[in-house]
């Protein structure tokens, strides 16, 4: 029954597109689609799902650019001399870091940095049920924390809107990705990915290989020229029979502060193990009062520390990126990732709700009869499905504006407000890969409103918190 | 084969089930270990001994995929040598002992879970999530309960 009411809300059904001839009750899709296809967060994946990149990779092409191009310039134009003149090591100690510079970067920029799968409608239902113990009738997100004690100390535990769940320790949940990182240390634009548990080891070996390679090319270079001065006539003329080495000068000079002040700072952190989200916010730092509040991850010895953040057991990946989506799933995936083919909708309230509950404000679109509860209806109520199967083919854009224009239209504004504390501020598409979400999402803000979103139809309990 | 077949099922049906969530344990850091507390709505359904049996196995499994130990460091290591190219080629410790933790599940499974109609969920297939709440709802029909550990075990019982 479900996946029938799948079937009658698919947006491909209703779109006319040559996927719509598709016979309602068949449950497949046209292929096996992968779990990335789906992926709530915002990154980009190749290789089909092996690599997974941010969204917004930043200034990525530059880094290897920079790195490519200095190398590139000191194998082709100071190595010859120095070769010459000093020792063939010299290109082969080059060579050797950065071929490592290279992988490391790579690896950090394409490792998946520790990301932690959202929670599941009944995880999440669950949560909420726990958490909105109050049952009052207005429903403002309280701060969810949950304090906990780790190795005799307490540490809190922010629930994350987005994700959908409790934070676990040293997790924290990045806006530019938007996906809760665990260990998440920062978002690093130069690799274009967070740096987080799983890849912060290639990250540390990226700067100090960095460290390594420019301190090397900085060194090889000013030998180069001191050389060619004496040998030559005089430091100009040196430059000027070798001015890819000025460039390589320039760019080492002022990326070398930099990197090395970088690879200290992180050296730091290792042996302290601590991240740099830690350090920023001073989690653990004297200054919160008269308190002892140390670091509880630490083990006290540093090359502990070490081992643990550099040569720990490397945990596999969360979030299953090459795995097949179930077939009832694939078709709300499906409609994800319809979605997610119109331009970036700007973050909205409105979009929040349009994007997640689409096949709700297609029925609110056609239905004079709306309760007034905006997105909030089940999706699954049967009523309200069958007023879907008949809605006539629209396009997401045009959803879009029409959520905001029915929120504008409806009298009734508190049902919205009620739904944008929860979780959405960040996540628009993503939610319709769980269309079982609108559901719990909506049972938990108010015992009206769950009362109400159940008189709309009497699907089945799936994703509702049990009214008990 | 019949019982991985009806685990099959099982799972399949899981999604409508009832479940139940176990937490995640961190009075030790980070690492992952679940709480042994035995839920209330499996009172009726299985041995609490058996039951804290398995999450403790579990648990000791977890600790030693985490450990820090010889093996570990010298995968670390070897790992940096070759630009990480190893990994390539081999399987990290932490993976192995996942595939560990996913035959006993399936042993326990078998063994204990299927016959009393629950169901354990590989962890892994719910991404070793983390603070999943203790929820068991029931499913349209009444007749299924589940039980997830930190989102890891899906106990799903049929007829139950």
Same mark, same amino acid.
Request: hydrophobic share 35%; aromatic share 8%; glycine share 6%.
């Given at each position: 029954m479900k996946n029938c009411e799948y079937q009658q809300i698919d947006p491909r059904a209703l779109?006319?597109?040559?996927?719509?001839?598709?016979?309602?009750? !068949? $449950? $497949?899709?046209?292929r096996p689609r992968r779990k990335w296809e789906a992926f709530p967060g915002k990154n980009r994946f190749f290789c089909d799902g092996r690599l997974i990149l941010a969204r917004?990779?930043?200034v990525l092409p530059l880094t290897l650019g920079l790195i490519v191009v200095t190398s590139g310039l000191f194998f082709a134009f100071d190595c010859p001399f120095l070769v010459q003149h000093?020792?063939?090591?010299i290109p082969m100690i080059g060579g050797v870091l950065f071929l490592f510079v290279v992988a490391s970067l790579l690896r950090t920029s394409f490792t998946d940095p520790g990301i932690l799968p959202r929670a599941t409608a009944d995880e999440a239902a669950d949560i909420e049920r726990q958490i909105d113990?109050?049952?009052?009738s207005t429903y403002r997100p309280p701060p969810r924390t949950k304090e906990i004690l780790i190795n005799q100390q307490v540490v809190k535990l922010k629930y994350c809107f987005t994700c959908k769940m409790f934070r676990p320790p040293r997790t924290s949940h990045c806006s530019l990705c938007d996906n809760c990182v665990e260990r998440f240390d920062h978002h690093c634009p130069w690799v274009g990915n967070c740096v987080g548990k799983r890849n912060y080891r290639y990250f540390y070996s990226f700067i100090i290989s960095l460290s390594f390679l420019t301190s090397f090319i900085f060194g090889c270079v000013i030998t180069h020229i001191t050389l060619r001065s004496q040998a030559g006539k005089g430091i100009v003329q040196a430059i000027q029979e070798s001015p890819a080495s000025v460039v390589e000068l320039v760019i080492c000079f002022f990326s070398i502060w930099s990197i090395l002040g970088l690879s200290g700072f992180h050296t730091y952190l290792v042996a302290s193990n601590l991240t740099t989200n830690e350090d920023i916010k001073g989690?653990?730092?004297? $200054?919160?009062?008269? !308190? !002892?509040?140390?670091? &509880?991850?630490?083990?006290?010895n540093i090359i502990t520390n070490c081992c643990v953040t550099l040569c720990g057991p490397m945990p596999p990946s969360?979030?299953?990126?090459?795995g097949f989506l179930p077939p009832d799933e694939a078709i709300p995936a499906a409609a994800a990732s319809e979605m997610e083919l119109p331009p970036f909708t700007p973050k909205s309230d409105a979009n929040m709700c349009t994007q997640s509950t689409k096949d709700v404000l297609e029925r609110m679109l056609h239905?004079?009869?709306?309760?007034?509860?905006c997105p909030s209806?089940? &999706? $699954?109520t049967s009523p309200l499905v069958q007023e879907v199967s008949s /809605?006539? /083919?629209?396009a997401e854009p045009y959803l879009s504006s029409g959520c905001s224009r029915q929120l504008a239209r409806q009298a009734v504004v508190d049902p919205c407000p009620l739904l944008s504390p929860v979780a959405f501020s960040k996540s628009n598409r993503r939610d319709s890969l769980h269309s079982i979400n609108p559901a719990f999402r909506l049972a938990s803000p108010s015992p009206t409103l769950s009362r109400s979103a159940l008189v709309l139809g009497d699907g089945p309990d799936i994703g509702f918190i049990p009214q008990h | 084969m019949a019982e991985t077949h009806s685990l099959q099922d099982m799972r399949q049906q899981a999604a409508v089930a009832a479940k139940v969530f176990i937490q995640r344990d961190y009075s030790n850091g980070t690492m992952c270990q679940f709480q042994t507390?035995?839920?209330?709505?499996?009172e009726t359904k299985i041995d609490k001994q058996q039951f804290e049996e398995t999450i403790r196995t579990l648990n000791n499994l977890y600790t030693e995929a985490e450990k820090l130990g010889s093996q570990s460091f010298v995968e670390g290591c070897l790992a940096c040598l070759t630009a990480y190219a190893v990994f390539l080629c081999m399987e990290t410790h932490y993976e192995k002992v996942l595939k560990r933790i996913s035959k006993y599940i399936q042993e326990q499974n078998d063994k204990i879970y299927a016959p009393r109609g629950l169901l354990l969920t590989d962890p892994i297939e719910r991404g070793?999530?983390?603070?999943s709440c203790m929820s068991l709802w029931l499913s349209r029909k009444g007749r299924t309960a589940g039980l997830d550990i930190g989102g890891f075990f899906t106990v799903t019982s049929d007829g139950g």
């Amino acid at each position: 029954m479900k996946n029938c009411e799948y079937q009658q809300i698919d947006p491909r059904a209703l779109s006319a597109s040559p996927l719509s001839a598709q016979n309602p009750a !068949e $449950k $497949k899709v046209q292929r096996p689609r992968r779990k990335w296809e789906a992926f709530p967060g915002k990154n980009r994946f190749f290789c089909d799902g092996r690599l997974i990149l941010a969204r917004q990779n930043g200034v990525l092409p530059l880094t290897l650019g920079l790195i490519v191009v200095t190398s590139g310039l000191f194998f082709a134009f100071d190595c010859p001399f120095l070769v010459q003149h000093l020792t063939v090591c010299i290109p082969m100690i080059g060579g050797v870091l950065f071929l490592f510079v290279v992988a490391s970067l790579l690896r950090t920029s394409f490792t998946d940095p520790g990301i932690l799968p959202r929670a599941t409608a009944d995880e999440a239902a669950d949560i909420e049920r726990q958490i909105d113990t109050s049952g009052s009738s207005t429903y403002r997100p309280p701060p969810r924390t949950k304090e906990i004690l780790i190795n005799q100390q307490v540490v809190k535990l922010k629930y994350c809107f987005t994700c959908k769940m409790f934070r676990p320790p040293r997790t924290s949940h990045c806006s530019l990705c938007d996906n809760c990182v665990e260990r998440f240390d920062h978002h690093c634009p130069w690799v274009g990915n967070c740096v987080g548990k799983r890849n912060y080891r290639y990250f540390y070996s990226f700067i100090i290989s960095l460290s390594f390679l420019t301190s090397f090319i900085f060194g090889c270079v000013i030998t180069h020229i001191t050389l060619r001065s004496q040998a030559g006539k005089g430091i100009v003329q040196a430059i000027q029979e070798s001015p890819a080495s000025v460039v390589e000068l320039v760019i080492c000079f002022f990326s070398i502060w930099s990197i090395l002040g970088l690879s200290g700072f992180h050296t730091y952190l290792v042996a302290s193990n601590l991240t740099t989200n830690e350090d920023i916010k001073g989690s653990w730092s004297g $200054k919160r009062g008269a !308190e !002892e509040s140390g670091n &509880p991850y630490t083990y006290s010895n540093i090359i502990t520390n070490c081992c643990v953040t550099l040569c720990g057991p490397m945990p596999p990946s969360l979030i299953d990126r090459r795995g097949f989506l179930p077939p009832d799933e694939a078709i709300p995936a499906a409609a994800a990732s319809e979605m997610e083919l119109p331009p970036f909708t700007p973050k909205s309230d409105a979009n929040m709700c349009t994007q997640s509950t689409k096949d709700v404000l297609e029925r609110m679109l056609h239905s004079s009869d709306f309760h007034g509860l905006c997105p909030s209806g089940n &999706p $699954k109520t049967s009523p309200l499905v069958q007023e879907v199967s008949s /809605a006539p /083919a629209t396009a997401e854009p045009y959803l879009s504006s029409g959520c905001s224009r029915q929120l504008a239209r409806q009298a009734v504004v508190d049902p919205c407000p009620l739904l944008s504390p929860v979780a959405f501020s960040k996540s628009n598409r993503r939610d319709s890969l769980h269309s079982i979400n609108p559901a719990f999402r909506l049972a938990s803000p108010s015992p009206t409103l769950s009362r109400s979103a159940l008189v709309l139809g009497d699907g089945p309990d799936i994703g509702f918190i049990p009214q008990h | 084969m019949a019982e991985t077949h009806s685990l099959q099922d099982m799972r399949q049906q899981a999604a409508v089930a009832a479940k139940v969530f176990i937490q995640r344990d961190y009075s030790n850091g980070t690492m992952c270990q679940f709480q042994t507390k035995f839920p209330s709505e499996l009172e009726t359904k299985i041995d609490k001994q058996q039951f804290e049996e398995t999450i403790r196995t579990l648990n000791n499994l977890y600790t030693e995929a985490e450990k820090l130990g010889s093996q570990s460091f010298v995968e670390g290591c070897l790992a940096c040598l070759t630009a990480y190219a190893v990994f390539l080629c081999m399987e990290t410790h932490y993976e192995k002992v996942l595939k560990r933790i996913s035959k006993y599940i399936q042993e326990q499974n078998d063994k204990i879970y299927a016959p009393r109609g629950l169901l354990l969920t590989d962890p892994i297939e719910r991404g070793l999530r983390v603070p999943s709440c203790m929820s068991l709802w029931l499913s349209r029909k009444g007749r299924t309960a589940g039980l997830d550990i930190g989102g890891f075990f899906t106990v799903t019982s049929d007829g139950g």
